[in-house]
């Protein structure tokens, strides 16, 4: 089995260097070593510590940032990017399988009534270092409560 020198940094502060997909992926098919001074660096967008490597730089992000070929070699995130060194790769193809998004016989209707709370947003175009706004959105929409006034529900702060 063929020996490849790896490394990660800049993802979030819990992600596992030997506990994610990729390392797992790579493992099946090469004797990983990871060290400090890798033949292929493996980066996120949380950080800038990639730029102090050299040897392969492969930018990776489940966010909707764009690779800087300035800074990489070569790029695995969901967003689409014209340019044979990037691969996109769908979040939940990382995390599980296509079929498990399919749902064959839910009853939204019985679904929804089932539910006595629920609260649900997406937003689009995230990135930590622009509009790190999406954590205090989530902590103000946190704080709307259902109040019942006679058999009406209503939103209240």
């Known amino acids: 089995m063929r020996k490849i020198r790896l490394d990660f940094c800049d993802f979030a502060p819990n992600f596992r260097k030997t506990n994610n997909y990729l390392f797992k992926l790579l493992s099946e098919r090469f004797e990983v070593e990871l060290c400090e001074q890798p033949d292929f660096l493996i980066y996120s967008c949380y950080g800038d510590s990639h730029r102090l490597h050299s040897g392969v730089k492969i930018f990776y992000s489940w966010e909707s940032d764009l690779p800087d070929y ?3 070699d070569y ?3 969901c967003v689409k990017v014209d340019d044979p060194r990037h691969l996109q790769w769908s979040h939940y193809a990382i ?6 998004l399919v749902k064959q016989n839910d009853d939204p209707l019985q679904i929804l009534a089932s539910k006595k709370k629920f609260c649900s947003f997406v937003v689009g175009g995230y990135n930590p270092r ?4 999406r954590v205090e959105f989530f902590k103000r929409l946190s704080k709307y409560k259902q109040v019942d006034s006679g058999g009406k529900k209503f939103n209240n702060i």
Not at 95 to 100: Q, S
Not at 130 to 133: L, S, V
């Open 75 to 77: 790029s695995l995130a």
């Open 95 to 100: 995390n599980g399988t296509g079929a498990e």
């Open 70 to 72: 300035n800074e990489c």
């Open 130 to 133: 622009k509009n790190g706004n």
